[in-house]
T-cell receptor
Framework: GAVVSQHPSWVICKSGTSVKIECRSL??????MFWYRQFPKQSLMLMAT?????????EQGVEKDKFLINHASLTLSTLTVTSAHPEDSSFYIC?????????????FGPGTRLTVT | KNQVEQSPQSLIILEGKNCTLQ??????????LRWYKQDTGRGPVSLTI?????NTKSNGRYTATLDADTKQSSLHITASQLSDSASYIC?????????????FGAGTRLAVHP
């Protein structure tokens, strides 16, 4: 199997506070994990690529000081939204990369709904 | 520019009917094409994955086709069920710097009515 979990599944926080989202690969080790953001009725947008033991690679337009990513182990990556604002409200989805056959396959987590009030 | 376009944007069908979703892409260098099903408020779940040399792949009532010459793919759903109501996302993988980068389509929102 290739199961990816996220915690929490939903969170409400006040503007100005920070929120941490966890992404875990439950039954495999993932050197690389990805963080996506999805706004209503839109597709997933890659925010950053997280490699175990090294700094994350952020996509253009994503503030690395606002979205802190830590990939301290082969089964856990965390995304911390710092000083959250209402415009950060979104659905955050992670994926973990696993070699399947001859290619790397991304397995997605169930997502975390963030609402900033 | 790497792009994946899907049509229609949304679709309503009656339970038991068939439907076909379309995906056109301009992605280079092409690695593979995947179709995902995403239920509302959930993460995407893989339905099929096809490489350059594969023309068709089935997964139960889902059948995907790929025409690498015209850069088109389709997802055919047979005998639709209410649980098929979801967004279907076409994702093309581009080989970039030794690893695959996923290019997402905007998805087709399918509603199956009784």
């Amino acid at each position: 199997g290739a199961v990816v979990s996220q915690h929490p599944s939903w969170v409400i926080c006040k503007s100005g506070t920070s929120v941490k989202i966890e992404c875990r690969s439950l039954d495999f080790q993932a050197t690389t994990m990805f963080w996506y953001r999805q706004f209503p009725k839109q597709s997933l947008m890659l925010m950053a690529t997280s490699n175990e033991g090294s700094k994350a690679t952020y996509e253009q337009g994503v503030e690395k000081d606002k979205f802190l990513i830590n990939h301290a182990s082969l089964t856990l990556s965390t995304l911390t939204v710092t000083s959250a604002h209402p415009e950060d409200s979104s659905f955050y989805i992670c994926s973990a990369s696993k070699m399947t056959g001859a290619a790397y396959e991304q397995y997605f987590g169930p997502g975390t709904r963030l609402t900033v009030t | 520019k790497n792009q994946v376009e899907q049509s229609p944007q949304s679709l309503i069908i009656l339970e038991g009917k068939n439907c076909t979703l379309q995906c056109n892409y301009t992605v280079s260098p092409f690695s593979n094409l995947r179709w995902y099903k995403q239920d509302t408020g959930r993460g995407p779940v893989s339905l099929t994955i096809m490489t350059f040399s594969e023309n068709t792949k089935s997964n139960g009532r889902y059948t995907a086709t790929l025409d690498a010459d015209t850069k088109q793919s389709s997802l055919h759903i047979t005998a639709s069920q209410l649980s098929d109501s979801a967004s279907y996302i076409c994702v093309v993988s581009a080989n970039s710097g030794g690893y695959n980068k996923l290019i997402f389509g905007a998805g087709t929102r399918l509603a199956v009515h009784p």
